[in-house]
C-alpha cells in the first residue's frame, strides 16, 4: 500500500516540466526562522510554499501556495491545479462566468484528488487505532503500533492556502482560498499610482466568512475569539482532513451542520488589463506578516508596493527585483527584533516568504547598473521616539547609490507611500488617498507614474584619499522630520548625525 500511495503522489510531477515559464514574472522567496537570544536566526522546519507561474498560447496562470503542517498538499496543489486548467478547459471564448465555473470546478477536483492520495493511509490508521488497548501498560507491541501510527500521522496532516491568478482576453481573474494576498498596482492616465486589493482574506475577521460560518449554525462571537482554527487563521483551505472530516471532534466547529472549512475559492475578475500599466503581486501569507509585526498592518500594502517599484526599477530581472523584495523584508523584520522598539516582542519569528511579480506593460531597468556601481538600494535608519507607535514613526529610507552630483531616493515606507521621488532640498511627505470595500482597498498617492525611477547612470567616484566624498545631505530631511514629530517631545534639537 504504501508503494501505491508513493506511486500516487509521483504520478503527478513530471508533466508539468514541458509546460512554457511564464518570461513576465519572478518570484523571491525566503524561508521560515526564528530568531535566538543572540539575534541570529535558524529555520525551524523545511520550506512549506509553492508556487507555478506558466504562459500558453491563449492565457497566463500563475499561483502561490502556503503550506502548513508540511509541504505535501501545498506541492501537490501546485502539480495538479496546473492539470485542471491548461489542458484545454480554458478558452478564449468562454465568459466571465464560464472562467469562474472552471476555476472553481479545478479546486474542488485537485482537493478530492488529493484526499484519494492518502485513503489508504487514512484507513490503516483507522485501523491502527482499533488495536491500542486503552489503559494497558505500554508493550513491544503497543509502541510499534504508536510508533507506526506516528509516521502515518506525519503522511496525511497538513493542507495549504492558495491564490491563483488567471490572465485570460486580456482579462485578470483571481481565486483565493485563505489567506495569501493579491494586489494590482496601476498607473493611472492622471499619474496616480492607485494599489488595488482583489479580495479579503479568509480569517474569523473576515465578516462574509462570519456570516457563512453563522448560517451553519458556529458562533461567529466565539469564531473570532478563539482566532485559529486547529492551529490556522484560514477559514477556507486545501487539505487538513482533520478539520474537513473530523471537524465535530473540534469544539468551536462542532455544532455545523455541514463541513465548515472549505477548499471553494472565492473568485474575482475578469477585470480587463486593456491599456493597464503596473504589476501584479502574488504574496503568501508568511511575508504579509513578516511586514505587519515590524510596522504594523495599516500600510502593508503601500510599503510591499513601493518595495516592488524601487527594486524594479534597478534590478535587471523579475527574479532579482523578487527576490530583492524579499530580503528586504526580512531584514526589516530581523532589525525590529533586534532593536528593542515597540513592536520587536511581535518579531520573534517569522514563516516562510514568497512574492510573485508579473508586470503589464512595464519598462525594466535597463540593467546598466551592477551592485558595486548604485544598483542595489541600501537601508538608512530614521531617528525614532520611543514615544510613539513605530508603525507611525519609524522610516526605512532607501537610498540608490547615485551618480555624481545625482541624490535619488529608493523608497520611503512608514504610513505613507510616497508619491513624486523626493530629492535634496525637496520635502519627503506625500499625501495618501484609500477607500475599501468588502471586495477589494485601493490606495493611490501622487506621482509622475513612473515609480521610483530616476537614477544616475555613473557611481560615485572615490576622491585622492580614498573614501567616497559625501553626497546626501541630510539637512533638510533632519529640519522636516523635527518638525513634524517634535511636538511636546523636544526631539528638533536631537536629530541627525551625532
Known amino acids: 500500500m504504501a508503494a501505491h500511495r508513493s506511486s500516487l503522489m509521483q504520478s503527478h510531477q513530471s508533466w508539468t516540466d514541458d509546460l512554457p515559464l511564464c518570461q513576465l514574472c519572478g518570484v523571491g522567496s525566503a524561508p521560515n526562522c526564528v530568531y535566538g537570544p543572540d539575534g541570529q536566526g535558524t529555520q525551524s522546519h523545511p520550506n512549506e510554499d509553492g508556487h507555478f507561474c506558466f504562459s500558453t498560447e491563449s492565457c497566463f496562470l500563475y499561483g502561490v501556495f502556503n503550506g502548513f503542517d508540511g509541504s505535501r498538499v501545498a506541492s501537490f496543489v501546485s502539480q495538479r491545479l496546473t492539470a ?90 483571481i481565486a483565493n482560498v485563505g489567506t495569501n494576498r493579491a494586489l494590482l498596482c496601476k498607473t493611472t492616465t492622471d499619474g496616480q499610482n492607485q494599489v488595488i486589493q482583489i479580495g479579503r482574506a479568509h480569517t474569523p475577521d473576515n465578516e462574509d466568512e462570519l456570516s457563512r460560518l453563522a448560517q451553519l449554525g458556529l458562533d461567529p462571537v466565539r469564531l473570532r475569539q478563539t482566532g485559529l482554527i486547529s492551529g490556522q487563521s484560514s477559514t477556507r483551505r486545501i487539505g487538513d482532513y482533520k478539520v474537513k472530516f473530523n471537524y465535530t471532534d473540534i469544539d468551536v466547529l462542532s455544532a455545523a451542520k455541514q463541513k465548515p472549512i472549505i477548499s471553494e475559492p472565492e473568485i474575482h475578475g475578469g477585470q480587463s488589463l486593456e491599456g493597464v500599466m503596473g504589476f501584479l503581486l502574488l504574496m503568501s501569507e508568511g511575508l504579509i506578516k513578516a511586514l505587519e509585526s ?139 488617498q484609500s477607500s475599501t470595500t468588502h471586495t477589494q482597498s485601493s490606495s493611490s498617492s501622487s506621482g509622475d507614474g513612473s515609480l521610483f525611477r530616476q537614477r544616475g547612470s555613473q557611481a560615485a567616484q572615490p576622491d585622492e584619499t580614498g573614501p567616497v566624498p559625501p553626497y546626501v545631505d541630510f539637512t533638510q530631511f533632519y529640519r522636516l522630520w523635527g518638525s513634524d514629530h517634535s511636538e511636546g517631545q523636544g526631539l528638533s534639537g536631537d536629530l541627525g548625525p551625532q
Do not use: W
Not at 468562454?94 to 479545478?106: G, K
Not at 482499533?130 to 500521522?153: C, F, W
Not at 510573485?356 to 506593460?361: D, F, G, P, Q, T
Open 84 to 173: 485542471e486548467l491548461l489542458l484545454g478547459q480554458l478558452s478564449t471564448g468562454h465568459t466571465d462566468a464560464d472562467v469562474a465555473r472552471i476555476l472553481s470546478q479545478a479546486f474542488d477536483v485537485v482537493e478530492k484528488s488529493y484526499f484519494e492520495t492518502i485513503d489508504d493511509a487514512l484507513a490503516e490508521k483507522a485501523n491502527l487505532q482499533t488495536q491500542l488497548p486503552e489503559g494497558v501498560y505500554p508493550s513491544a507491541q503497543t509502541q510499534k503500533i504508536a510508533e507506526r501510527l506516528k509516521t502515518l500521522e506525519q503522511e496525511v496532516s497538513g493542507g495549504a492556502t492558495a491564490i491563483v491568478a488567471l490572465i485570460l482576453n486580456d482579462k485578470l481573474y
Open 294 to 432: 515590524a510596522h504594523g498592518p495599516e500600510q502593508v500594502n503601500q510599503e510591499i508596493v513601493a518595495m516592488v517599484a524601487a527594486e524594479l526599477a534597478q534590478q535587471s530581472s523579475l527574479e532579482a527585483a523578487a527576490q530583492s523584495v524579499v530580503e528586504r523584508v526580512k531584514r526589516l523584520h530581523h532589525d525590529v527584533h533586534v532593536s528593542g522598539r515597540q513592536r520587536a516582542s511581535h518579531c520573534s519569528r517569522h514563516e516562510d516568504m514568497t512574492l510573485l511579480i508579473r508586470v503589464i506593460n512595464y519598462t525594466l531597468a535597463d540593467g546598466l547598473l551592477t551592485p558595486t556601481q548604485g544598483g542595489r538600494i541600501y537601508p538608512v535608519s530614521v531617528p525614532y521616539s520611543n514615544h510613539q507607535s513605530t508603525s507611525k514613526t519609524s522610516v526605512m529610507l532607501s537610498l540608490v547609490m547615485p551618480a555624481q552630483g545625482t541624490l535619488t531616493n529608493g523608497s520611503s515606507t512608514a504610513s505613507t507611500l510616497e508619491g513624486d521621488t523626493p530629492t535634496a532640498g525637496q520635502s519627503p511627505t506625500a499625501t495618501l
